[in-house]
């Protein structure tokens, strides 16, 4: 029994170390969203950038290949 006990307040000061949870509005729910959408997007399009440049490269060997 004594070993129970040693270990609940161990555990309940595990649990006041957190943040207390705040409750968002609707309109930051909202504004998030579009934060983090708006990454995505611009990540996506850095992929985007990056494949066709790869894509011209090869379309560039593919030309010389061709030729030859």
Do not use: C, F, H, Y
């Amino acid at each position: 029994m004594t070993a129970l006990k040693q270990n609940e307040p161990a555990q309940a000061k595990l649990a006041t170390d957190r943040k207390p949870w705040k409750k968002k509005t609707p309109v930051e729910v909202v504004l998030s969203q579009i934060d983090r959408l708006r990454e995505g997007v611009a990540q996506k399009e850095e992929e985007l950038k990056q494949a066709k440049r790869q894509l011209g490269k090869l379309e560039e060997v593919r030309k010389i290949l061709e030729s030859t």
